[in-house]
């Protein structure tokens, strides 16, 4: 019986993805229990052949291809939501990597939790190029997302929500609540995003509970071209145009102005106690994060 699908999405990273794959493959749990499926949202490169070779290398493991021609990442997740055969549905992305007790993890958590609907595990940056010294927990937040609650299962902070390379859902909460919003979320090379924050507003509108496990842990592979000045100008933009779409949807236009006024005065108060270089990475996030949610 599949308990567990493991859905990857994936674009034109067919390196990185084998990364990703090598550490699904080194899983604990029992290969009948779970199942991988990658989802190729219509790459250009050598992703397909690279895929078909590890499942051929992996005859013991139930590792799925599955093509997506509609571009986007929400659209690649739907399509895995829709070929998934386990109870519970996982998402990773395919710059990272996970422990071997990642998948059992998930599963202890929902089997012991009857109430839990949705979950999320720990999230750890890795820079392999090291991390930048203009990087503080703000700006690394949107560039990394780590994220740590402690050593024990708890709730999930209300302010915070799981990470969406390192979450968890019961298949039953898309029947409840629907999938992700294919109008959000990242296309080919755009970094609009949004599409988790969205379908999280919908989890807690139904009042779900949302569970953190601190044993299903995911090391976010952070290359260097997502440490250049150009990248996080693009990435803090595109962050305010998402947030202005999502409340557009919701009709929360005149609260994410009043919000984002809020932001910029706690953001000059932070440069107070953060280094010349940090400070300056701070300013800039806020100012084009403003520039992108007034955009239109």
Same mark, same amino acid.
């Given at each position: *019986?599949?308990?567990?699908?493991? !859905?990857?999405?994936?674009?034109?990273? /067919? $390196?990185?993805? #084998?990364?990703?794959? %090598?550490? !699904?493959?080194? =899983?604990?749990?029992?290969?009948?229990?779970?199942?991988?499926?990658?989802? +190729?949202?219509?790459?250009? +490169?050598?992703?397909?052949?690279? @895929?078909?070779?590890?499942? /051929?290398?992996?005859?013991?493991?139930?590792?799925?291809?599955?093509?997506?021609?509609? =571009?986007?990442?929400?659209?690649?997740?739907? %399509?895995?939501?829709?070929?998934?055969?386990? +109870?519970?549905?996982?998402?990773?992305?395919?710059? $990272?990597?996970?422990?071997?007790?990642?998948?059992?993890?998930?599963?202890?958590?929902?089997?012991?939790?009857?109430?839990? *609907?949705?979950?999320?595990?720990?999230? @750890? /940056?890795?820079?392999?190029?090291?991390?930048?010294?203009?990087? &503080?927990?703000?700006?690394?937040?949107?560039?990394?997302?780590?994220?740590?609650?402690? +050593?024990?299962?708890?709730?999930?902070?209300?302010?915070?929500?799981?990470?969406?390379?390192? *979450?968890?859902?019961?298949?039953?909460?898309?029947?409840?609540?629907?999938?992700?919003?294919?109008?959000?979320?990242?296309?080919?090379?755009?970094?609009?995003?949004?599409?988790?924050?969205?379908?999280?507003?919908?989890?807690?509108? /139904?009042?779900?509970?949302?569970?953190?496990?601190?044993?299903?842990?995911?090391?976010?592979?952070?290359?260097? $071209?997502?440490?250049?000045?150009?990248?996080?100008?693009?990435?803090?933009?595109?962050?305010?145009?998402? =947030?202005? *779409?999502? %409340?557009?949807?919701?009709?929360?236009?005149?609260?994410?102005?009043?919000?984002?006024?809020?932001?910029?005065?706690?953001?000059?108060?932070?440069?107070?106690?953060?280094?010349?270089? =940090?400070?300056?990475?701070?300013?800039? #996030?806020?100012?084009?994060? &403003?520039?992108?949610?007034?955009?239109?």
């Amino acid at each position: *019986m599949t308990r567990l699908s493991l !859905v990857i999405a994936t674009y034109n990273r /067919a $390196e990185c993805l #084998m990364v990703t794959l %090598a550490s !699904v493959a080194e =899983q604990s749990a029992k290969p009948q229990k779970w199942e991988c499926i990658v989802v +190729d949202n219509n790459s250009k +490169d050598d992703t397909k052949q690279r @895929v078909e070779s590890f499942i /051929a290398n992996h005859p013991t493991l139930n590792v799925r291809y599955v093509f997506e021609v509609q =571009q986007g990442l929400s659209y690649a997740r739907n %399509a895995g939501i829709a070929h998934a055969e386990g +109870d519970i549905v996982a998402f990773i992305d395919d710059d $990272e990597r996970i422990v071997p007790n990642f998948i059992s993890s998930y599963i202890s958590l929902f089997d012991k939790y009857s109430n839990a *609907m949705v979950a999320g595990g720990k999230i @750890v /940056a890795e820079y392999p190029t090291g991390r930048p010294r203009w990087m &503080s927990h703000f700006t690394e937040l949107p560039i990394a997302n780590p994220m740590d609650f402690g +050593d024990y299962v708890c709730r999930f902070p209300k302010r915070r929500i799981p990470g969406g390379g390192n *979450m968890a859902m019961r298949r039953e909460l898309f029947e409840r609540v629907g999938v992700f919003n294919t109008s959000l979320g990242r296309t080919g090379k755009s970094l609009i995003g949004g599409e988790e924050s969205e379908l999280f507003e919908r989890i807690r509108d /139904a009042n779900m509970e949302c569970y953190y496990t601190p044993h299903a842990v995911m090391y976010h592979i952070i290359p260097a $071209e997502k440490l250049t000045p150009e990248y996080f100008t693009r990435l803090s933009y595109n962050i305010g145009v998402s =947030q202005r *779409m999502r %409340a557009e949807l919701r009709g929360g236009k005149r609260m994410l102005y009043v919000k984002e006024c809020v932001k910029w005065v706690v953001t000059l108060l932070l440069v107070l106690i953060h280094r010349p270089a =940090q400070s300056r990475y701070l300013i800039k #996030m806020r100012k084009h994060i &403003s520039r992108g949610i007034w955009s239109k």
